[in-house]
């Protein structure tokens, strides 16, 4: 069965630095895209950025990027210039196109910017 | 555009009760979910959908139903409300690499 897993509960980063939130997944599937969502405080859940499985370059969006490595199954999510309205919870999530359209999702890591 | 839309956002209900939450989305996106989230946890899927008339069980479907009669529309229902049915749900709905999540509607079942 599918499976996500983010073993970083939470995270301590430092404002101004980058910081790294782990995932890895475990799939037989070749067909397959990744998401990481922010949820902050308030509770609504924001799309940050995606990774096909057969895209070629890790996928970036503003400082975000995602650093995919197929064969190790993990689709790390990289956080440049940390900024304080950073700290929320992050979560990576897996879809299976080839499957039933499920979209499963990790447990979630805290991040905590300090000033 | 209002993306995807959830009612209501709030909603205090009596074991035994029953109730809809609504969820609209104006994308045209095929696929919809329903998730709940418990206090400091991840998502959990209740029931997805692939398409109008399709819906199928995700991991914690039971107390729960759902219908989808047209494509913008997929209510979850709840009968006979538990306590351990007191959580944020969520909806979402997907179409190729972009998928967009609702507000929430947060139950509590007193």
């Known amino acids: 069965a599918q499976k996500i897993t983010q073993t970083q509960p939470g995270m301590f980063v430092q404002e101004k630095e980058a910081v790294t939130l782990d995932c890895t997944y475990d799939?037989?599937?070749?067909?397959?895209?990744l998401f990481w969502y922010k949820q902050p405080s308030s509770g609504e859940m924001i799309f940050l950025i995606y990774?096909?499985?057969?895209?070629?370059q890790n996928a970036t969006e503003g400082r975000y990027s995602l650093n995919f490595q197929k064969a190790r199954k993990s689709a790390n999510l990289v956080i440049s210039a940390s900024q304080l309205g950073d700290s929320a919870m992050y979560f990576c999530a897996m879809i299976f196109p080839r499957g039933q359209g499920n979209l499963i999702f990790g447990k979630g890591t805290k991040l905590s910017v300090k000033p | 555009n209002a993306g995807v839309t959830q009612t209501p956002k709030f909603r205090i209900l009596k074991i035994g009760q029953s109730m809809t939450l609504q969820c609209a989305q104006d994308?045209?996106?095929?696929?919809m979910y329903w998730y709940r989230q418990d206090p400091g946890m991840g998502l959990k899927l209740i029931y997805y959908s692939v398409g109008a008339g399709i819906t199928d069980k995700g991991e914690v479907p039971n107390g729960y139903n759902v219908s989808r009669s047209t494509t913008e529309d997929f209510p979850l229902r709840l009968e006979l409300a538990a306590p351990s049915q007191t959580s944020v749900y969520f909806c979402?709905?997907?179409?190729?690499?972009?998928?967009?999540f609702g507000q929430g509607t947060r139950l509590t079942v007193v």
């Open positions: 979402a709905s997907r179409k190729g690499t972009g998928a967009f």
């Open positions: 799939t037989s599937d070749q067909s397959y895209g």
């Open positions: 990774q096909g499985s057969y895209d070629e």
């Open positions: 994308m045209n996106h095929n696929y």
